[in-house]
């Protein structure tokens, strides 16, 4: 199975703030990765596929890129509502494999 | 509207069984694959099973294989996980989730049914 490894597990920020999340392979996965958005007591929300493609209705504050092993979510400018769980996704092989989440709090 | 409505959960003995349903609406069903994903108490998402369009494909996480069986009903909309010989490690919110056409990536999801296995 392929493992994905994200960093950091947690993180606080501040409103404005530049956010960056990384999400590593452990093994090649071109650009089958994609980026949720979890908040507390709803289902996980599709913000990112295929490693940089934004999903339809989500801020272009949010954007990703990388390919292969190495990706990396950001968000440029955090907002009230981006305080959340945040989860990468490999697509490319079964089983589909979660980074453990990245947690981003108010600081 | 895409919707995704799960449904089926509860509390459960070890060892006992439930069925799991989906009911989605507000897309051509028979032509995505779908999926179910948990998530355990306070953790981190874990997919649990895949199925193809028409259904004759279907892929297990080898912590469910052998108790867990996929279905779906293109005429009738629906998903169905029956599992069964559950464990305390099964207590999860279940999900089920639709892929993409394009790198199946998940792109919409139901508000989950709880499973809690317990004596």
């Known amino acids: 199975d392929i493992q994905m490894t994200q960093s950091p597990s947690s993180l606080s920020a501040s409103v404005g703030d530049r956010v960056t999340i990384t999400c590593r392979a452990s093994?090649?996965?071109?650009?089958?990765l994609n980026w949720y958005q979890q908040k507390p007591g709803r289902a996980p929300k599709l913000l990112i596929y295929a490693a940089s493609t934004l999903q339809s209705g989500v801020p272009s504050r949010f954007s990703g890129s990388g390919s292969a092993t190495d990706f990396t979510l950001t968000i440029s400018s955090l907002q009230p509502e981006d305080f959340a769980t945040y989860y990468c996704?490999?697509?490319?092989?079964?089983?589909?494999?979660f980074g453990q989440g990245t947690k981003v709090e108010i600081k | 509207e895409v919707q995704l409505v799960e449904s089926g959960g509860g509390l459960v003995q070890p060892g006992g069984s439930l069925r799991l349903s989906c009911a989605v609406s507000g897309f051509t069903f028979s032509s995505y694959e779908m999926n179910w994903v948990r998530q355990a108490p306070g953790k981190g998402l874990e997919w649990v099973s895949y199925?193809?369009?028409?259904?004759?494909?279907?892929y297990y996480a080898d912590s469910v294989q052998g108790r867990f069986t996929l279905s779906r009903d293109n005429a009738k909309n629906s998903l169905y996980l029956q599992v069964n010989s559950l464990r305390a490690e099964d207590t999860a919110v279940y999900y089920c989730?639709?892929?993409?056409?394009?790198?199946?990536?998940?792109?919409?999801w139901g508000q989950g049914t709880l499973v809690t296995v317990s004596s």
């Open positions: 199925i193809s369009a028409t259904g004759d494909t279907i």
């Open positions: 093994q090649s996965i071109t650009s089958y």
């Open positions: 989730a639709r892929a993409t056409m394009v790198v199946a990536a998940f792109d919409y």
């Open positions: 996704q490999q697509s490319y092989s079964t089983p589909s494999t």
